[in-house]
């Protein structure tokens, strides 16, 4: 079985059942979750347990992960193999220094920025566009100079380079079933952003794993600012592998038209204020149904267990164990301290 299992199923509960976990709605059991071999849980939506799943979860120390419907990272249960304590002191330490500090958040945007141009530059050459070519260019020039000191500076950097890329993604969608004009999120407005939203959960869900495991502290990040429950090295970390994962994945399922426009329930409404997190999902402008999330997670598996060449030596792995070992390079520059990290640039 995959070492990562999902539930996405919104009001369903898990009982402890013999070797597996039964998933129940109501006291129905629409499904059984082998117990062998399984590394990760995540609980997409409204989704209970009972005190005998949480004993088996700690036991087995299975990283158990809980995400709003939409997607959104809500809390974690982990059981940590040691304390970690001088890794993160050499974390704490790095991070407050600007001489480390801005080098490395450079080096994170500018990774960001030439896998968006990656992605553009080659989908210009197979769609023969000219927009495209041209958007390729304005991102490799949006990327900050070596000599940038600033972290607003480079957050700006960011900011340009995300605007200017996101104009672009409308060019890569191959499918007129799914008009996109611009970014928008906090809730998503139409079915492009909001499939983006939730790969973008996810895959920061992954990477937040990954630092966990390695023993750094995932809420002290260096491009994104200390937030209250915001993850920051987790939203720093994830950067790089948006255009190469989430956006590749998302655009391959729109223009191979796996999903389709009946994928979604839209909701006619004036924008409004939402009171909390479960205010905000009970009355989003769109919203996958369930087939489509359950689509759209297996092809994010299909993708994470996909693999590549890396580094000089070429060395085969999947992408999920890229992003672990992107994260220990992070861990070994902050105890050399005078080499900033350096993100993954892929090579398409």
Same mark, same amino acid.
């Given at each position: 079985m995959n070492d990562t299992?999902?539930? +996405?199923? /919104?009001?369903a509960w898990l009982k402890k059942d013999g070797g597996s976990l039964a998933v129940l709605k109501g006291s129905t059991v629409i499904d059984r979750i082998p117990g062998h071999g399984m590394k990760r849980l995540i609980l997409m939506g409204r989704v209970s347990m009972t005190s005998g799943v949480v004993d088996f979860l700690m036991e087995n120390k299975v990283e158990t992960v809980f995400a709003s419907a939409s997607g959104r990272f809500r809390a974690r249960l982990g059981v940590d193999a040691d304390s970690h304590v001088e890794r993160r002191m050499a974390q704490y330490s790095r991070l407050q220094d600007p001489r480390f500090a801005a080098? /490395? !958040? @450079?080096?994170?945007?500018?990774?960001?920025l030439s896998n968006m141009a990656r992605l553009c530059g080659r989908r210009s050459r197979d769609y023969n566009s000219p927009e495209l070519a041209a958007f390729t260019l304005r991102l490799k020039a949006a990327i900050p100079p070596e000599q940038e000191q600033s972290l607003d500076r480079i957050r700006g950097y960011e900011g340009l380079g995300s605007r200017m890329y996101f104009s672009a993604f409308a060019h890569l969608i191959r499918n007129d079933d799914f008009p996109f004009n611009g970014r928008n999120k906090r809730p998503p407005k139409d079915p492009v952003n909001a499939m983006l939203s939730y790969v973008y959960t996810v895959l920061t869900m992954d990477v937040l794993s990954a630092i966990q495991t390695v023993g750094l502290d995932p809420y002290l990040g260096v491009l994104h600012e200390i937030s209250y429950g915001r993850p920051s090295l987790a939203c720093d970390l994830v950067e790089e592998f948006r255009p190469m994962v989430a956006d590749r994945l998302v655009l391959g399922l729109l223009n191979r038209r796996v999903v389709t426009p009946?994928?979604? +329930? /839209?909701?006619?409404?004036p924008f409004q204020t939402y009171a909390d997190e479960g205010d905000m999902v009970k009355h989003r402008p769109v919203e996958m149904k369930p087939q489509a999330r359950t @689509? +759209?997670? !297996? !092809?994010?598996?299909?993708?994470? !267990?996909s693999t590549l060449r890396v580094g000089e030596e070429r060395a085969k792995m999947t992408i999920r164990t890229l992003i672990t070992r992107q994260v220990r390079l992070f861990e070994a520059s902050l105890k050399d301290g005078e080499k900033p990290y350096q993100p993954f640039v892929w090579e398409g």
């Amino acid at each position: 079985m995959n070492d990562t299992v999902y539930v +996405l199923e /919104t009001g369903a509960w898990l009982k402890k059942d013999g070797g597996s976990l039964a998933v129940l709605k109501g006291s129905t059991v629409i499904d059984r979750i082998p117990g062998h071999g399984m590394k990760r849980l995540i609980l997409m939506g409204r989704v209970s347990m009972t005190s005998g799943v949480v004993d088996f979860l700690m036991e087995n120390k299975v990283e158990t992960v809980f995400a709003s419907a939409s997607g959104r990272f809500r809390a974690r249960l982990g059981v940590d193999a040691d304390s970690h304590v001088e890794r993160r002191m050499a974390q704490y330490s790095r991070l407050q220094d600007p001489r480390f500090a801005a080098p /490395t !958040a @450079r080096n994170i945007v500018a990774g960001k920025l030439s896998n968006m141009a990656r992605l553009c530059g080659r989908r210009s050459r197979d769609y023969n566009s000219p927009e495209l070519a041209a958007f390729t260019l304005r991102l490799k020039a949006a990327i900050p100079p070596e000599q940038e000191q600033s972290l607003d500076r480079i957050r700006g950097y960011e900011g340009l380079g995300s605007r200017m890329y996101f104009s672009a993604f409308a060019h890569l969608i191959r499918n007129d079933d799914f008009p996109f004009n611009g970014r928008n999120k906090r809730p998503p407005k139409d079915p492009v952003n909001a499939m983006l939203s939730y790969v973008y959960t996810v895959l920061t869900m992954d990477v937040l794993s990954a630092i966990q495991t390695v023993g750094l502290d995932p809420y002290l990040g260096v491009l994104h600012e200390i937030s209250y429950g915001r993850p920051s090295l987790a939203c720093d970390l994830v950067e790089e592998f948006r255009p190469m994962v989430a956006d590749r994945l998302v655009l391959g399922l729109l223009n191979r038209r796996v999903v389709t426009p009946e994928d979604f +329930l /839209t909701r006619n409404q004036p924008f409004q204020t939402y009171a909390d997190e479960g205010d905000m999902v009970k009355h989003r402008p769109v919203e996958m149904k369930p087939q489509a999330r359950t @689509r +759209l997670m !297996a !092809a994010y598996e299909e993708m994470m !267990a996909s693999t590549l060449r890396v580094g000089e030596e070429r060395a085969k792995m999947t992408i999920r164990t890229l992003i672990t070992r992107q994260v220990r390079l992070f861990e070994a520059s902050l105890k050399d301290g005078e080499k900033p990290y350096q993100p993954f640039v892929w090579e398409g």
